[in-house]
């Protein structure tokens, strides 16, 4: 069966360095991969999208890495700062009508 | 330019109860999807309403029921309302596939 993994413990970082969060799939061939950040009890928000065809995507702080031999997306936060704390969650899509499957998120925390 | 609205942002339901949540999508958004994300799990697909038809559906039981009205807003029905139902539901809007997800509704079913 199809199945997305993410990162099941907090990442704990120090405020300043480069946060790598980790999105690993099986069973699946996604045609695109999201990013999205979510604070408690809120909706997620967009990030990045990188399509099957992209090795890699930036804006900003944010990078994101897509490794479709691996079965692995990478999501990097340089210069990381306590207001990055969240949980990020990975989202795969395939053409088509463009549902979403979510992998269940890694939290990550940044202290000063 | 208001994002995806949901109604109510909390709600308390017994079991076998019924209950009706409301969506307000983007301006400029057709496509409504919704999402069931129970505590520390990431969200599931429960359907997706374009053009006031249900266009696809995850594996969620007919209890689970949708609308989808001419001005895009869209509602989600649940029957019989289980304590397995307890959660957040996520409303998200699209236009050719970006999406934008609303605050949720707390669904707490005691």
């Known amino acids: 069966s199809q199945k997305i993994e993410q990162n099941s413990e907090a990442l704990n970082i120090q405020e300043g360095k480069t946060a790598t969060l980790t999105c690993n799939y099986t069973?699946?061939?996604?045609?695109?991969l999201q990013w999205y950040r979510q604070d408690p009890g809120r909706g997620p928000v967009f990030l990045l999208l990188?399509?099957?065809?992209?090795k890699e995507k930036r804006k900003e702080r944010l990078k994101v890495t897509f490794d479709t031999t691996l079965k692995q997306s990478l999501f990097h936060i340089t210069a990381s700062q306590p207001a990055d704390s969240a949980t990020y969650l990975c989202?795969?899509?395939?053409?088509?009508?463009?549902?979403?499957?979510f992998g269940k998120g890694t939290m990550l925390l940044v202290s000063p | 330019d208001a994002g995806v609205t949901q109604s109510p942002t909390h709600l308390i339901k017994t079991r076998g109860q019924q209950v009706t949540l409301r969506c307000s999508p983007k301006?400029?958004?057709?496509?409504v999807s919704w999402y069931q994300q129970a505590l520390g799990q990431g969200p599931q697909f429960i359907f997706q309403?374009?053009?006031?038809?249900?266009?696809q559906r995850g594996n969620f039981p007919d209890r689970f029921s949708g609308h989808q009205f001419p001005n895009y807003s869209s509602e989600l029905n649940v029957n019989a309302l289980l304590l397995g139902d307890s959660a957040l539901y996520l409303c998200?809007?699209?236009?050719?596939?970006?999406?934008?997800f609303g605050s949720g509704t707390r669904l707490t079913v005691v």
């Open positions: 989202a795969l899509g395939t053409t088509g009508y463009s549902t979403l499957t």
């Open positions: 301006s400029g958004h057709d496509t």
């Open positions: 998200a809007s699209s236009r050719d596939g970006g999406y934008t």
């Open positions: 990188i399509r099957e065809n992209e």
């Open positions: 069973n699946y061939s996604p045609a695109y």
């Open positions: 309403y374009y053009e006031e038809e249900e266009r």
